[in-house]
């Protein structure tokens, strides 16, 4: 008996029946803009391992002007055929279902050859389209049935056609990008005519047993986007025209309210998808901030959708359908919707993996063999990279003991998980302290790990992370206190607070600061409210009239940098513009180029970029001005003859994350 009987019931799709209700939905790795289709195959293999019942490539192009930028991964070759035909027979082999997306970026495409309904130019690409023909139009439709053609010739069990996220097929849907007047646009029949023509001619090109998915954006969250009976009408159009199933899409790209990241409700738009079920009899997918099997339960039980989508948390734990129907969902490594290492990896043009499982897209470089020779290894810091660094020595078979002076796990992570918008740090320090046991580690809290403890070991790791950094600024009076004593509790702020330093924990504190009670991330009405997301079916496109309306910050927060850059730039790719908005929302005064000169009980006086001199009138001001190396222990060992290996904030203090901590302590316990 499963814990989780909706999630584990077979789904009939006809000529084929799904094991179980999951789907890992598309995620771009970049390893096939990389050519090494090893690493490719090894990626999805491991995935289909883990027991997923079908999984989604990331976006193919069908073409090169369909492309996301010049070189994107497509379908066009000889070569990416015999490429694509590994990626398969891998998957095959390990028991599993692979779905190619062919996705046509439209507008989005970064490249000056992109094409769209429309020459109107989308806010987040410099370029603007040309406005396709009759004829441009045919050839986008041909390329892209002749890519639904080839994934099925190079052995996929179906393909995912793009048609959400504001991408080329959501272009020619809505007004706000298609302005046609000829057969393509005007009224909603002729809008929709083009995702609906591609359907039925993929269906048409490979017949009835093959899986096609059309992922349909089921609320748009940018003006002039679809109502709701324009989505039904779609969606019962594109069943029509012969999709097996239609997966949920969220937001465009250039929607200014987030939907994955990790301020983002668990399953905070299931209930949109839920609105579509009965109106169409085809299996309907839902997705966005689903990570873990008990979510994913209920939102099946509530009838929200016949099917999960579930991206990044197969990065985070390739296993994690198998460890839920094993009963073990408590060692699923947690997706933190962070996007940190895969998305942010993606926009920087790097290859995506994972903060909390570093293995993710590594898979044949970074491997843990179980050692032959399992030697006695002392850790000091059960911070991020002291906790990576013991889990993964000891899952190796090296005995591990952990030692830390605080009487609990996770080091600056206890900090994160009480910001508001981030409580998915809770489950990662919880999973930590789940494989600490599982794995056999000896962990020795309220313990200071001097010289002679360690002594005897085999080997010595020194993760004793960070110590904030006093800024020096003369302090003549007033409050002045460090991010660690307010995000602690051991000191309450003021009503009017001066924050030094705008780097992420600048921002983290001006979050803090500006909430007051529960936090929106735990209640989905406020948080709908907080960002102006209506009901479709009400609103237009699922954007409420009134717009954005946050709860009223209990303080005023400015939050200062001596760069005169804008603060927060240096923020995560995806997220830095959520953090900002948040923040404006609040009323907080983010300034860049000031100089500090002192502080005293009037409040801080700082300089401008100008010259001016001002003194900002606040009641306490918190220090977030970077961090130090916190290294006396791995100065005391070197004194002492001891070699040890030093990692995380204590290695490196700047900028310094638990992304790199992480992958940090894995990659030296992997070579231990
Ligand atoms: P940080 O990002 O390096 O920012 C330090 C801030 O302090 C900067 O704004 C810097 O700006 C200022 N500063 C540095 N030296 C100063 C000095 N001597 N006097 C006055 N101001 C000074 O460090 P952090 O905010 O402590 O965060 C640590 C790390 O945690 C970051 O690297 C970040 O990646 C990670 N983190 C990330 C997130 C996230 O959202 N992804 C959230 C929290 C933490 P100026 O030099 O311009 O004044
Ligand atoms: Fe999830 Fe963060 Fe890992 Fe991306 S990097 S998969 S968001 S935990």
């Known amino acids: 008996m499963t814990d989780y009987p909706y999630l584990f019931r077979p789904l009939d799709l006809g000529h084929v029946t799904l094991s179980n209700r999951v789907l890992m939905g598309s995620m771009h790795t970049g390893l096939e803009e990389l050519g090494d289709f090893d690493r490719v195959a090894a990626y999805y293999a491991r995935r289909a391992e883990g027991g997923v019942a079908l999984m989604v490539t990331g976006g193919m192009a069908p073409n090169r002007e369909g492309g996301v930028l010049p070189g994107a991964a497509g379908l066009f070759t000889d070569k990416d055929m015999a490429n694509h035909t590994r990626v398969t027979a891998a998957v095959h082999d390990a028991g599993g279902r692979i779905a190619m997306q062919i996705l046509h970026a439209g507008r989005y495409a970064y490249s000056p050859e992109c094409v769209a309904p429309s020459a109107v130019k989308s806010p987040i690409s410099p370029f603007a389209p040309r406005e396709l023909d009759e004829e441009g139009i045919e050839k986008q439709v041909a390329d892209i049935v002749e890519a639904a053609r080839r994934a099925q010739l190079a052995g996929y069990d179906g393909v995912e056609v793009m048609g959400s996220e504001g991408y080329f097929l959501n272009q020619f849907l809505v007004t706000h990008t298609n302005r046609r007047t000829d057969r393509w646009g005007g009224s909603y029949e002729n809008r929709m005519r083009l995702?609906?023509?591609?359907?039925?001619?993929?269906?048409?090109?490979?017949?009835?047993?093959?899986?096609?998915?059309?992922?349909?954006?089921?609320?748009?969250?940018?003006?002039?986007?679809?109502?709701?009976?324009?989505?039904?009408?779609?969606?019962?159009?594109?069943?029509?025209?012969?999709?097996?199933?239609?997966?949920?899409?969220?937001?465009?790209?250039?929607?200014?309210?987030?939907?994955?990241?990790?301020?983002?409700?668990?399953?905070?738009?299931?209930?949109?998808?839920?609105?579509?079920?009965?109106?169409?009899?085809?299996?309907?997918?839902?997705?966005?901030?689903?990570?873990?099997?008990?979510?994913?339960?209920r939102v099946l039980a509530e009838g929200c959708a016949d099917?999960?989508?579930?991206?990044?948390?197969?990065?985070?734990?390739?296993?994690?359908?198998?460890?839920?129907?094993?009963?073990?969902?408590?060692?699923?490594?947690?997706?933190?919707?962070?996007?940190?290492?895969?998305?942010?990896?993606?926009?920087?043009?790097?290859?995506?993996?994972?903060?909390?499982?570093?293995?993710?897209?590594?898979?044949?470089?970074?491997?843990?063999?179980?050692?032959?020779?399992?030697?006695?290894?002392?850790?000091?810091?059960?911070?991020?990279?002291?906790?990576?660094?013991?889990?993964?020595?000891?899952?190796?078979?090296?005995?591990?003991?952990?030692?830390?002076?605080?009487?609990?796990?996770?080091?600056?992570?206890?900090?994160?998980?009480?910001?508001?918008?981030?409580?998915?740090?809770?489950?990662?320090?919880?999973?930590?302290?789940?494989?600490?046991?599982?794995?056999?580690?000896?962990?020795?809290?309220?313990?200071?790990?001097?010289?002679?403890?360690?002594?005897?070991?085999?080997?010595?790791?020194?993760?004793?992370?960070?110590?904030?950094?006093?800024?020096?600024?003369?302090?003549?009076?007033?409050?002045?206190?460090?991010?660690?004593?307010i995000l602690t509790g051991r000191v309450t702020a003021g009503r009017r607070v001066a924050i030094i330093g705008a780097g992420g924990i600048g921002f983290d504190v001006a979050e803090f600061l500006t909430h007051e009670g529960e936090s929106p991330t735990e209640n989905l009405e406020a948080w709908l409210e907080e960002w102006g997301v209506a009901d479709p079916g009400e609103h237009r496109s699922g954007l409420a009239p009134e717009g954005p309306r946050p709860s009223p910050s209990p303080r005023e927060v400015s939050l200062f940098q001596r760069k005169s850059e804008r603060p927060g730039k240096r923020l995560g790719k995806t997220t830095g513009w959520i953090h900002r908005a948040s923040l404006q929302m609040k009323g907080v005064k983010m300034v860049g180029g000031v100089s500090y000169d002192r502080i005293d009980a009037t409040g801080l006086h700082l300089t401008r970029q100008d010259g001016t001199r001002e003194v900002v009138p606040c009641d306490t001001v918190v220090l977030c001005a970077g961090q130090t190396s916190e290294r006396s222990l791995a100065d005391a060992l070197e004194a002492s003859g001891i070699t040890s290996h030093v990692i995380?904030?204590?290695?490196?203090?700047?900028?310094?994350?638990?992304?790199?901590?992480?992958?940090?302590?894995?990659?030296?316990?992997?070579?231990?």
């Open 307 to 485: 099917m999960v989508s579930m991206a990044r948390p197969f990065l985070a734990d390739p296993d994690f359908v198998k460890k839920a129907k094993a009963g073990v969902a408590r060692t699923i490594a947690p997706c933190i919707a962070c996007n940190q290492a895969c998305l942010d990896h993606t926009f920087e043009m790097k290859i995506a993996t994972c903060l909390v499982n570093p293995q993710a897209a590594h898979e044949t470089e970074l491997v843990y063999e179980k050692t032959e020779e399992p030697r006695r290894i002392a850790v000091a810091g059960a911070g991020p990279a002291g906790l990576s660094a013991a889990i993964v020595a000891a899952g190796r078979g090296h005995a591990v003991t952990l030692f830390d002076r605080a009487g609990e796990i996770g080091g600056q992570l206890n900090m994160a998980k009480r910001i508001p918008g981030k409580e998915e740090f809770h489950g990662l320090v919880d999973w930590f302290a789940t494989m600490l046991a599982e794995t056999g580690v000896t962990l020795r809290l309220n313990t200071e790990a001097d010289v002679e403890a360690l002594a005897g070991f085999d080997e010595v790791v020194v993760a004793t992370g960070v110590a904030p950094r006093d800024p020096g600024i003369e302090i003549a009076g007033g409050q002045v206190v460090s991010y660690i004593d």
């Open 648 to 672: 995380g904030g204590a290695d490196v203090a700047a900028e310094l994350d638990a992304k790199r901590a992480i992958d940090q302590g894995a990659r030296l316990a992997a070579s231990l």
């Open 195 to 297: 995702p609906v023509e591609v359907v039925r001619r993929v269906r048409q090109a490979v017949g009835p047993e093959f899986i096609v998915i059309y992922r349909l954006s089921m609320i748009d969250l940018v003006p002039d986007g679809s109502t709701w009976d324009e989505v039904v009408r779609l969606g019962q159009a594109i069943e029509n025209a012969g999709a097996s199933i239609l997966n949920t899409g969220i937001g465009w790209h250039e929607a200014r309210i987030p939907t994955i990241a990790t301020s983002v409700p668990r399953a905070a738009f299931t209930w949109v998808t839920k609105k579509l079920m009965g109106e169409v009899a085809i299996p309907v997918i839902t997705s966005n901030r689903i990570n873990s099997p008990e979510v994913a339960e």
